[in-house]
C-alpha cells in the first residue's frame, strides 16, 4: 500500500551527501580544527606547567630569603651583645694599655739603672787597679 511505502520512506536512514568537493573541504576543516585545538590545548598545559615550576622557585627562594633573614636578625643580635661585651671591658682594656706603659718605662728605668751600675764597676775595678799599682 502506499501508506506502508511512505512510511518506509520517513523511517530509512537519511542519506548522507555524496563524497565531492564540498564534502572534503569539510573534513579537512574538520581536520585542521582538531589539529589546531590539540596544538593549543598542549602549548596550553607546557604554559601552565612551567607556570607551576615557577610558582615552586618562587617559593623556595622566598624560603630561602626567610631562612636568611633569620640568620642576619641573629647574627645582628650577636653583634649587639658582643658590641655590650666590648663596651664594658673596655676600662680593663685602657688598664691593660696603662700597665703596658708602666712595664716599658720600668724597663726603660731598669736599662738604665744597669749601665750605671755596669759603669760604677767598671769605675771601681779601675780605682782599685790604680791603688794595687801604686803598692
Known sequence: SM??????????QPSSPPPGPTHEISQLADEAHDKLAALLQ????????EYKVIEEMNKVTAKRY????????????????????????????????????GTKRLEDALTKMENYVTNLEMKLSNLKQSREQRE
Open 3 to 12: 501508506a506502508e511505502i511512505n512510511e518506509r520512506a520517513s523511517v530509512s
Open 42 to 49: 598542549s602549548q596550553i598545559s607546557s604554559t601552565v606547567e
Open 66 to 101: 626567610e631562612d636568611m633573614k633569620v640568620v642576619a636578625e641573629g647574627v645582628g643580635e650577636k653583634l649587639k651583645k658582643l658590641d655590650i661585651t666590648y663596651e664594658s671591658l673596655r676600662p680593663y682594656l685602657r688598664q691593660v694599655d696603662e700597665l703596658d706603659e
